[in-house]
Antibody, heavy 121, light 106 residues
Framework: EVQLVESGGGLVQPGGSLRLSCAAS????????MGWVRQAPGKGLEWVSV???????YYADSVKGRFTLSRDNSKNTLYLQMKSLRAEDTAVYYC???????????????WGQGTLVTVSS | SYDLTQPPSVSVSPGQTASITCSGD??????ASWYQQKAGQSPVLVIY???KRPSGISERFSGSNSGNTATLTISGTQAMDEADYYC?????????FGGGTKLIVL
């Protein structure tokens, strides 16, 4: 059974840093593409970042240069390092497993329960 | 950047058919996926590759995609279908979500 368990959320001051983790089970993170999607309170889903099986990473413009996505294959875990946090980064952050149909049919087939990040003084 | 547009809300009576649209430039040339998010829960994939249903998703859910519009159709709508629905597509290494549509089952 595929499971994704996020952790690391919490309250952080503007300008601060936080590292989110996503522990995966039931599959191997290094053989799939994985991503983070966030949802601000009362708002819609916003893609944040993706890492491909080959290690390439992609970021939304809103977080580029501030967030870094990585993975530890030995722990089957995904990480999102967040720096220079802003109030607008406040959101529930979901870890999701990616799937691909053909060359462009990217989607997310499994999602974690999410972890809340609050950026406030 | 690529944008996907959804109506903020759609209302439907129990047992009727609900259609939720998602519009984007030449969206029919891309693959559309749909996610259901019930209140306080994580999103769940209900349609991928325009028309395919993941295992465990009710046959009442179907999808189509042509021209500039993808459509999620829910037949025989039930109270349990009340949720937010998001479309998603991929464009130039960007995963794009629509703004979401609240399905209201009256």
């Amino acid at each position: 059974e595929v499971q994704l368990v996020e952790s690391g959320g919490g309250l952080v001051q503007p300008g601060g840093s936080l590292r989110l983790s996503c522990a995966a089970s039931g599959f191997t993170v290094s053989t799939n593409y994985m991503g983070w999607v966030r949802q601000a309170p009362g708002k819609g889903l916003e893609w944040v970042s993706v890492i491909h099986s080959g290690g390439s990473t992609y970021y939304a413009d809103s977080v580029k240069g501030r967030f870094t996505l990585s993975r530890d294959n030995s722990k089957n875990t995904l990480y999102l390092q967040m720096k220079s946090l802003r109030a607008e980064d406040t959101a529930v952050y979901y870890c999701a497993r990616g799937a691909l149909i053909g060359r462009t049919g990217y989607y997310f087939d499994y999602w974690g329960q999410g972890t809340l990040v609050t950026v406030s003084s | 950047s690529y944008d996907l547009t959804q109506p903020p809300s759609v209302s439907v009576s129990p047992g009727q058919t609900a259609s939720i649209t998602c519009s984007g430039d030449k969206l029919g040339d891309k693959y559309a996926s749909w996610y259901q998010q019930k209140a306080g829960q994580s999103p769940v994939l209900v349609i991928y590759q325009d028309t395919k249903r993941p295992s465990g998703i009710s046959e009442r859910f179907s999808g189509s995609n042509s021209g500039n519009t993808a459509t999620l159709t829910i037949s025989g709508t039930q109270a349990m279908d009340e949720a937010d629905y998001y479309c998603q597509a991929w464009d130039s290494n960007t995963w794009v979500f629509g703004g979401g549509t609240k399905l209201i089952v009256l």
